[in-house]
């Protein structure tokens, strides 16, 4: 059964409008931990925000937050005034430290910032 | 620090010869994991390390895949024989604890042909 779940294989979205990128996860573990990662053409992985599982508060990190719903496993990456430097694929992952401590990631989302 | 290194940055290979990967993980870090991405398949995990220990391997394709890190600075990924369809891009990562965020490589490119 797949971990992660990004429902969204591409957007398209104009400059300067907000984005929310799905992601959905599945664990049975009460501690986990949750990532988000992009990948811009170039090819590296750039780490962007944590949220852990006992987090009260949602994750920000600039503009980028993450919109964690604990009941709903859900675990959206909202950026805030989307430039053009962020058309990119944007990947969710998950870690569970009390399972196997893997990093498992999801399939992807790509991002196309349009001016 | 230098972040995670990774050599060679790109390789290319004939089917059937060995190919070595390196990584040099972010010092201090006691996790390291080794990912490879594909179009068709994402991003999977091959092995990870706990303070140079194999802790699961589980994702490593196939007998022609082993990895190793004698010591806390490097790891190795060796494939033997290489085959065309181990064309892929792959990376390295650490991370310093459990459940804490791993920063990558620049991976390395590899094409069989």
């Known amino acids: 059964a797949q971990k992660i779940t990004q429902t969204q294989p591409g957007m398209f979205v104009q400059e300067k409008e907000a984005v929310t990128l799905d992601c959905t996860y599945d664990?049975?573990?009460?501690?986990?931990?949750l990532f988000w990662y992009k990948q811009p053409s170039s090819g590296e992985m750039i780490f962007l925000i944590y949220?852990?599982?006992?987090?009260?508060q949602n994750a920000t990190e600039g503009r980028y937050s993450l919109n964690f719903q604990k009941a709903r496993k859900s675990a959206n990456l909202v950026i805030s005034a989307s430039q053009l430097g962020d058309s990119a694929m944007y990947f969710c992952a998950m870690r569970e430290p009390n399972r196997d401590d893997k990093i498992i990631f999801g399939k992807g989302t790509r991002l196309h910032i349009l001016p | 620090d230098a972040g995670v290194i990774q050599s060679p940055r790109h390789e290319v290979t004939e089917m059937g010869q060995e190919v070595t990967l390196r990584c040099k993980p972010i010092?201090?870090?006691?996790?390291l994991f080794w990912y490879r991405q594909t179009m068709m398949r994402g991003l999977e995990l091959l092995i990870y390390f706990n303070n140079n220990v194999p802790i699961d391997d589980s994702g490593m394709p196939e007998d022609r895949f082993s990895a190793k890190m004698p010591n806390a600075s490097f790891s190795t990924l060796k494939i033997q024989p290489s085959e065309p369809r181990d064309s892929a891009v792959y990376f390295c990562a650490s991370s310093l604890q459990p459940n804490t965020e791993a920063f990558f490589g620049q991976g390395t490119r590899l094409t069989v042909v």
């Open positions: 010092s201090g870090h006691d996790y």
């Open positions: 664990t049975s573990d009460q501690s986990y931990g």
């Open positions: 949220q852990g599982s006992y987090d009260e």
